[in-house]
């Protein structure tokens, strides 16, 4: 059974959630962003994932599979996204 690493990232009040989640994915995968394989538009929708979360106190959970990892977005108690990302790498 593969090990899984866990890590965590609250992105910037401005930084777009699609970035957001390819930073987090490359952080937790101790990789540059730029230097990454993975783009996040093979698998994702990034103006539709941009567009959540955008409404504060909003009270939503969004999971997806990307890069071997399953990523987690999650809004704190004010309604901003937290990112949790298991690596299965």
């Known amino acids: 059974m593969d090990a899984t690493n866990e890590f965590y990232y609250e992105p910037d009040e401005v930084e777009e959630l699609s970035t957001a989640v390819v930073t987090a994915v490359a952080k937790a995968h101790d990789e540059d962003v730029l230097d990454q394989e993975w783009l996040i538009s093979e698998d994702i929708n990034t103006d539709a994932l941009d567009g959540l979360f ?12 990307a890069d071997t990892t399953t990523a987690t977005v999650i809004a704190d108690k004010d309604g901003q996204p937290i990112i949790r990302i298991e690596s299965h790498r």
């Open 54 to 65: 955008q409404e504060s106190q909003l009270k939503m959970t969004l999971q997806f599979e």
